[in-house]
């Protein structure tokens, strides 16, 4: 494996990273801004409140997103394969 290659490899590796884990990573981003703002607006300071909200959220999230999750990598790991059998070993 040359130097080429293993950077294409990471670069793949990094962007289905990327693609499965946005989702979720976002959704939760978005849920805690809307509670915090939601906070800071009412006076509400209760540290549980963003729990809830967040676990529902992100359970509806990757019920929605786990096929396209599951797709992703099953083609990652395709690709993967593929390709260690062509370079073989030695």
């Known amino acids: 494996m ?3 290659t293993f950077i294409e490899l990471t670069r793949e590796t990094l962007w289905v990273m990327v693609q499965v884990g946005a989702p ?3 959704t939760a981003l978005a849920v805690g801004l809307v509670i915090s703002l939601l906070q800071a607006l009412t006076q509400i300071q209760e540290m549980t409140l963003t729990f809830v909200p ?3 959220a992100l359970f509806g999230v990757l019920v ?3 096929p ?3 797709a992703t990598l099953k083609d990652f790991t395709e690709h993967l394969f ?4 062509t370079i073989g070993i030695g």
Not at 82 to 85: D, F, K, L, Q
């Open 2 to 4: 040359n130097e080429e």
């Open 24 to 26: 979720v990573m976002l």
């Open 54 to 56: 967040k676990v529902l």
């Open 64 to 66: 929605l997103t786990v």
């Open 68 to 70: 396209f999750m599951l």
């Open 82 to 85: 593929m390709r260690i059998a």
